[in-house]
């Protein structure tokens, strides 16, 4: 089992930045594959961005690649979502989850809203 708390949501206007984080508690967070996912209004979720366990390996949505960034620090049992370039198609609630996801272990995420 896995628990997460995401925070570091907000409102930014366009082509601003936030820096989001998932901090975990549970299973060994260092043995899991960690991963951000994004609900905007009336869609399904989808998966943004994800790193493994040793945080050399990242993969991203083609939508976020080269303006996000998703790192980690095991011995914070956190995971980060450096979010840059920030468009208003970026608005939706942010979560995390291990990789691939488990149902039971969605937090409460975070929103982001991203005025033009």
């Known amino acids: 089992q896995v628990q997460v708390v995401e925070s570091g949501g907000g409102l930014v206007q366009a082509g601003g930045s936030l820096r989001l984080s998932c901090a975990a508690s549970g299973r060994a967070f260092k043995d899991v594959f960690m991963a951000w996912f994004r609900q905007a209004p009336g869609k399904e979720r989808v998966f943004v961005a994800g790193i493994s366990r040793g945080g050399g390996l990242t993969t991203y949505a083609e939508s976020v690649k080269g303006r996000f960034t998703i790192s980690r620090d095991n011995a914070k049992n956190t995971v980060y979502l450096q979010m840059n370039s920030l468009k208003p198609e970026d608005t939706a609630d942010y979560y995390c989850?291990?990789?691939?996801?488990?149902?039971?272990?969605w937090g409460q995420g975070t929103q982001v809203t991203v005025s033009s």
């Open positions: 989850n291990v990789f691939p996801y488990r149902n039971n272990y």
